[in-house]
């Protein structure tokens, strides 16, 4: 499967998260993302993500662990990559095997998530509104699923419309990765 995802900043993030409670019930989560590398950085350099995510569900108070590969970039304006992502059992182990298999903790940072699962323009779509606490505002992301590269296009113009829909601008897209925007701010 394809992610064909946008991101923006948000200006106004009170009007978008009512916008988006009108649309969809929102769930609380925090995000703790351990991203993993090569030793030489091949992954990266390979334009490639290997990712742990510890999640919290603040309603539920459900936890899960998610391990993700998403391969590099489809389409190099949105960024969008396809993705494989499985549940895993015990966080720990799932690091361990990583360790053991020669992958390197390369960075681990908290995302303070609001997510919302609706339909619009005939597609499953997910829009969570992202707060990370080393850096300053608010980002939307929103992300469909599609099975072929051939369909990316159409997917990211519905999630366009949906952002017009939010009234988040064309100006406000946004292709950097928290990945840098966290180790910059680190630095």
């Known amino acids: 499967m394809i992610e064909a995802e946008l991101k923006a900043r948000v200006r106004v993030p009170e009007a978008v998260a009512r916008a988006l409670d009108e649309r969809a019930e929102g769930r609380s ?7 993993y590398d090569l030793p030489d950085g091949g992954l ?14 603040h309603g539920t108070g459900d936890r899960r662990t998610l391990l993700t590969f998403k391969a590099a970039t489809v389409d190099e304006a949105s960024g969008s990559k396809p993705e494989y992502e499985t549940h895993v059992g015990d966080s720990r182990t799932a690091h361990a095997i990583l360790e053991h298999l ?3 903790t390369a960075i681990v940072f908290e995302k303070h ?3 919302h699962a609706f339909e619009a323009y005939g597609r499953p779509m997910l829009a969570t509104l992202v707060r990370v606490p080393e850096l300053d505002g608010t980002f939307l992301e929103i992300e469909t699923l599609v099975e072929e590269e051939s369909e990316v296009t159409a997917a990211l113009d519905d999630i366009r419309a949906v952002l017009d829909d939010l009234g988040i601008a064309p100006g406000d897209l946004t292709r950097e990765l928290y ?7 680190r630095r």
């Open 29 to 35: 989560e925090t995000y703790q993302d351990t991203y």
């Open 44 to 57: 990266r350099a390979r334009d490639e993500e290997l990712r742990l995510r510890f999640l919290v569900n």
């Open 102 to 104: 020669g992958y390197e």
């Open 179 to 185: 990945t840098d925007a966290v180790a910059a701010a």
């Open 113 to 115: 998530c609001r997510s």
